[in-house]
Nanobody
Framework: QVQLVQSGGGLVQAGGSLRLSCVASRGTFSSYAMGWFRQAPGKERELVTA????????VYADSVKGRFAISRDNAKNTVYLQMNSLKPEDTAVYYC??????????????????WGQGTQVTVSS
């Protein structure tokens, strides 16, 4: 099973930027779709963005469109989440995840098999 390790995140003022990284420390996810999810206190985990195995197709939650960008480097077994123009409502724990099968990306967390450890992102107003 793929093991994912996240880095990045932290505290930033509204309007600022952060970049999250997710690398496979064991195994590879180059043939699988990847997703970034987030979970705020008292809320359900939600899909932020996802990318297909090639990087040629992406999807974004309406709340982050135009501000966030997902990308991947399969040679480095790494997926990135660039977050710009951050807002206080973006505050959450962010998780990367790898799709269970060779199908395309999905918005359902149950369709993802391996998860990163989670990274706190806090945006102050």
């Amino acid at each position: 099973q793929v093991q994912l390790v996240q880095s990045g995140g932290g505290l930033v003022q509204a309007g600022g930027s952060l970049r999250l990284s997710c690398v496979a420390s064991r195994g590879t996810f180059s043939s699988y779709a990847m997703g970034w999810f987030r979970q705020a206190p008292g809320k359900e985990r939600e899909l932020v963005t996802a990318i297909d195995w090639s990087g040629g197709s992406t999807v974004y939650a309406d709340s982050v469109k135009g501000r966030f960008a997902i990308s991947r480097d399969n040679a480095k077994n790494t997926v990135y989440l660039q977050m710009n123009s951050l807002k206080p409502e973006d505050t959450a724990v962010y998780y990367c995840a790898v799709r269970r099968s060779y199908l395309g990306y999905s918005g359902r967390s149950s369709d993802y098999g391996s998860w990163g450890q989670g990274t706190q992102v806090t945006v102050s107003s």
